[in-house]
């Protein structure tokens, strides 16, 4: 995401919503740079048809806050294995919801999820309006804590001291799997981000009740996956 970019110092700055829409939706092969790099992801360049329709919700509300495609395939990856209740702290326009919502294989699943800024859950749920599987909340994440236990928690809301490891560990079931993702990839124990040790990593990584991993979604980026004990 833009905004946690910042927060977590990962690389990518769009200088329009036009280009930032357009490079998300559109390049997803890896370019070849002047040195003749081209690590990279493959992905097909389909989208899936309600992730389109999220960037449209987007588009719309001039919001450029979203998950990366790359992170996107792996929540649909990760839904697709579940069931029961999943939940995602901080909606935006429902891009990262709506890559959830692709993977759904049944009508076992649902998904919550919530978005404080009104006019940010408007546009959500103007896509997932007729969608029984999926409730777009107008709410503070935390009025989502008495809903769990959850099956998948994406967690997105860009507040990196509400998602320390032990705020979260209870909404988790036993092998439910929670998300974080917009690090910058660390070849270095602990790992460091501008300087500094990354303690939300390093808690997430260290803590007794998950499994957790680190995974490089693209070249510049990582994610978490923590599957509770
Ligand atoms: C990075 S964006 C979410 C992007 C979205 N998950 C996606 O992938 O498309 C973070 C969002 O969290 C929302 N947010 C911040 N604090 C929140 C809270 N306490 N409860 C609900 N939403 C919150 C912000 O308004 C912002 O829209």
């Known amino acids: 995401m833009m905004e946690e970019t910042l927060r977590r110092g990962a ?21 070849l740079d002047p040195t003749g790099d081209t690590r990279g992801m493959s992905a097909p360049p389909e989208l899936p048809d309600v992730v389109h329709r999220a960037f449209d919700a987007s588009r719309r ?25 999943m939940a995602e702290f901080g909606t935006g326009c429902g891009v990262g919801t709506a890559w959830l919502r692709s993977g759904v294989r049944n009508d076992k699943a649902r998904i919550l999820t919530a978005e404080l800024n009104p006019k940010l859950a408007a546009a959500a749920i103007e896509t997932f309006d007729d969608d029984p599987l999926v409730d777009v909340l107008e709410a503070d994440w935390s009025t989502l804590m008495d809903k769990g236990p959850f099956s998948l928690l994406f967690l997105d809301s860009g507040d990196p001291s509400a998602v320390a490891v ?34 939300l990593r390093e808690e997430w990584l260290t803590d007794e009740r998950f499994t957790t991993v680190e995974v490089m979604v693209a070249a510049d980026a990582s994610a978490l996956i923590a599957t509770r004990r």
């Open 61 to 85: 509300a001039g919001y450029v806050s979203f998950c990366r495609n790359e992170t996107g395939r792996l929540l649909a990856a990760l839904a697709a294995t579940r069931e029961g209740t």
């Open 11 to 31: 690389a990518a700055v769009s200088t329009s919503v036009h280009d930032a829409v357009v490079s998300h939706v559109e390049t997803r092969r890896p370019a």
């Open 166 to 199: 032990d705020k979260i560990a209870d909404l988790v079931e036993p092998g439910g799997i929670v998300v974080l993702d917009d690090f910058v990839p660390c070849e270095m124990w602990p790992p460091i981000t501008s300087g500094r040790v990354d303690t």
